[in-house]
């Protein structure tokens, strides 16, 4: 009797090991690992080809996904990628690459997966030292200096993002992803909206369905105001995209807010104000941005303000009135960016929202995709009424007739127009996936 309890009790501490050494160590079969060693990407994805983003083993599918990712299948990469999410998968992931790489020290592509994982973790100087050690051993490795570089910029260490994103590309000038970091990395900091058209060209040049690229090129010529070309990327990433669908909404919905405030408050534009004094601190808050920088951007967020507040439209015509006889040019500037934002309203925000309106996500904000549509719908109208009184205001004026010239008669030099750096709307992912 007390044999058989204690055999028992033997066996359930043998099962309960061996099940924790299944999770601790995820079995990868040996013919892979062999692949992987070996880089052979094309095998190392043929002997998975049975994994799925549903498959039980984060770590087969983040082996696959970077398998992919080295073969510039994207796409399939990125959902693999985007199919391990949790702590415990990021964990697990962790253990498999450190035993891997314990066993094949002397391989820089042991320091690569480490790496990884850390940096899933959100440990990024720890994943620093390991993207280090790997390109010590193998200084033109690319998904090393790719997987870096994107460590780099997850610090806003720019420069040196840049030197790596740009060797990835001289070592490996067929490497799509590289070429979408460091586009990417334009977008994220606010600055360069031609790098990141540039780069993310090649990117598509070499991965035309590269849904990434697309949403980033996209985000580019919507910085440089041409919102034909971006609206295009955007309805191919909607007809493209099969996991990225949130990636694609957040961006969109993102500059909506941007152009024309907050989506909770469009949603509640029909709602009014009581605080009066919050409305003219923010009135001149955002006539401060329009002031220093007269740009389409600033102009439809000053004019979409006041329209929301009609009881402000004296206050806002004195301002601009008051700046434009001041600056000439700024006058010129602005009445033809209030000319223009029915461009915006009829156009690019029609567009953008008939993109969301093919997409079925939820933002957990309180309301759906068809909520707001409908308010930018009528937030359209809204802004159509508001800039045609201020630029009938300015137009009387003749600001538009005097853009180059000041009362003086000393000639002056065009504003440049450009999105505020540092302040830009867009979400674009790189494809590695580290946040």
Avoid at 113 to 142: C, E, N, Y
Avoid at 368 to 389: C, F, G, P, W, Y
Wanted: proline share 2%; aromatic share 8%.
């Amino acid at each position: 009797m007390n044999r058989n309890i204690f055999s028992k009790g033997i066996l359930i501490i043998a099962l309960t090991v061996i099940v924790q050494c299944a999770i601790a160590k995820p079995l990868v079969n040996r013919q892979v690992e062999t692949a992987v060693l070996n880089e052979n990407w094309a095998n190392v994805a043929n002997l998975l080809s049975s994994v799925n983003v549903q498959s039980s083993s984060p770590a087969l599918r983040l082996i696959k996904a970077h398998a992919l990712l080295a073969q510039n299948r994207n796409n399939e990469s990125l959902c693999l990628f985007l199919s391990v999410s949790s702590a415990r998968d990021f964990k697990q992931w962790r253990r498999w690459a450190d035993d891997f790489a314990a066993r094949n020290s002397r391989k820089a592509i042991s320091y690569y997966f480490v790496g990884d994982a850390l940096a899933r973790l959100k440990r990024l100087d720890a994943a620093q030292k390991m993207f280090d050690h790997g390109i010590k051993l193998q200084a033109t490795h690319p998904l090393l200096l790719n997987a870096r570089g994107i460590n780099y910029a997850a610090q806003e260490k720019w420069d040196n993002a840049l030197i790596d994103f740009y060797m990835a590309t001289k070592v490996n000038s067929s490497f799509a992803d590289a070429y979408a970091s460091h586009a990417t990395m334009y977008i994220r900091k606010g600055d360069g909206a031609e790098g990141a058209l540039n780069w993310s060209n090649r990117a598509l040049e070499i991965s035309p369905d590269f849904v990434l690229a697309l949403n980033t090129r996209a985000s580019a010529n919507f910085a440089l105001g041409k919102w034909e070309q971006a609206q295009q990327d955007f309805q191919s990433v909607r007809e493209k995209a099969t996991c990225i669908s949130g990636i694609l909404a957040s961006n969109i919905v993102k500059i909506i807010e941007y152009m024309n405030g907050n989506i909770v408050e469009l949603a509640n534009s029909s709602k009014k104000t009581k605080n009066t004094q919050n409305v003219g601190t923010t009135l001149l808050s955002l006539f401060d941005k329009l002031k220093s920088n007269p740009s389409r951007w600033n102009a439809n967020r000053f004019v979409s303000y006041v329209g929301k507040h009609p009881d402000q439209m004296k206050f806002a015509t004195v301002m601009v009135n008051g700046e434009a006889s001041l600056n000439q040019t700024w006058g010129g500037r602005v009445n033809k960016h209030f000319n223009d934002i029915d461009k915006w309203n009829s156009g690019g925000a029609k567009v953008l929202t008939s993109v969301l309106g093919g997409l079925n996500v939820s933002f957990g904000i309180g309301y759906d995709l068809s909520n707001i549509m409908e308010h930018q719908n009528n937030v359209t109208i809204r802004n159509q009424r508001t800039s045609k009184t201020l630029s009938n205001s300015l137009s009387r004026q003749n600001w538009h007739q005097q853009q180059h010239s000041n009362p003086s008669g000393v000639k002056t030099e065009p504003m440049v127009e450009r999105l505020d750096e540092g302040n830009w709307p867009f979400v674009v992912n790189y494809g590695l996936n580290y946040k």
